[in-house]
């Protein structure tokens, strides 16, 4: 087929473009045809969008919380998470274009969402990746909007997946614990939400390509939520908000920010509940991130 000598602009729609351009294709493919397609407009995307990919593979943030050490299951979080609640089924891998188009699907329902419940009828129907096979529900997140601290954890344990709501286990009511010593509660002044919001099986942590899967739905939850600060719980977490491969011990002790729809929010890094259960002489560190945190009261 030949192209008219006179071509008209290529018409396509939103969705399409978005679809083309993550799946790197930015020519028309007919032989001749010379036209680009055009660039679409991508909502502006913190640097949780980036970070997605420069977050390690990491299976065992316990472990690791200090070093990048091999991961290993650690029991605090395996108490957390606990065993598989149904049988795992071997999940036959999607193809980079499918992961692509449905990375590209998502971004564009995440961020058309007007408020935090359309975002979650989104989530619910979310298959961007493999998490989506196995998860009993969805688990956006819980608390205020207009937090004074949106805690972000790296995903649902089991308990979580069964009723819906994150952190419902033991690294839970410590992570309440913790925050009452600041006078906070997730019911008063808290949201508490995940880096990806289906709980990854075997109690590992969330693949790159699944945080990076999921990183639209964090993104409209903090453009939504507009909370004054953030705590990022674990080397995870911090590495992926913050694009950086620091350790976690030169990221804690400071007040970073992140870019929110052109606003910068304050940003602490502690370590996560679950590392503290087998740790807990790191308790005291947690404290004195907390007293941080807590400085920024508004
Ligand atoms: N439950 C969550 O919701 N997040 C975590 O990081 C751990 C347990």
Redesign the pocket.
């Known amino acids: 087929m030949t192209p008219s000598p006179d071509p008209k602009p290529l018409q396509y729609s939103a969705l399409q473009l978005a679809w083309l351009h993550e799946l790197g294709i930015d020519k028309p493919w007919l032989p001749g045809d010379t036209r680009a397609v055009p660039r679409v407009d991508t909502p502006a995307v913190p640097s949780v969008a980036q970070n997605a990919e420069a977050a390690v593979v990491i299976k065992n943030e316990v472990q690791s919380q200090t070093t990048a050490a091999a991961p290993t299951i650690s029991p605090g979080?395996a108490a957390?998470?606990g065993a598989a609640s149904k049988p795992q089924q071997a999940a036959a891998p999607m193809s980079a274009a499918s992961v692509a188009a449905m990375t590209a699907l998502t971004a564009a329902a995440a961020a058309a969402a007007p408020d935090l419940g359309a975002l979650a009828h989104a989530a619910a129907a979310c298959q961007a990746c493999g998490l989506c096979r196995q998860r009993d529900q969805v688990?956006m997140g819980q608390g205020v909007t207009q937090p004074a601290i949106l805690v972000i954890?790296?995903?649902?344990?089991e308990q979580?997946d069964r009723k819906g709501?994150?952190?419902?286990?033991e690294?839970?009511a410590l992570l309440d614990q913790m925050l009452a010593t600041i006078g906070s509660a997730r019911t008063r002044d808290v949201y508490?939400?995940?880096l990806v919001k289906c709980r990854p099986p075997g109690n590992r942590l969330a693949l790159r390509e699944e945080i990076a899967a999921c990183q639209s739905y964090l993104v409209r939850q903090l453009e939504l939520l507009r909370p004054f600060s953030i705590l990022a719980?674990?080397r995870v977490?911090a590495q992926t908000l913050l694009n950086t491969d620091e350790p976690l011990q030169d990221l804690r002790g400071r007040i970073h920010e992140i870019d929110i729809a052109g606003q910068k929010i304050p940003l602490v890094v502690s370590y996560?509940?679950?590392y503290l259960l087998n740790h807990p002489a790191d308790k005291a560190a947690a404290w004195q991130d907390l007293q941080l945190l807590r400085t920024l009261r508004r």
Do not use: E, I, Q
């Not at 709501?165 to 286990?169: K, N, R, S, Y």
């Open positions: 979080r957390t998470r688990v954890g790296d995903g649902p344990g979580d709501l994150p952190f419902m286990a690294s839970g508490l939400t995940n719980l674990g977490v996560h509940s679950g």
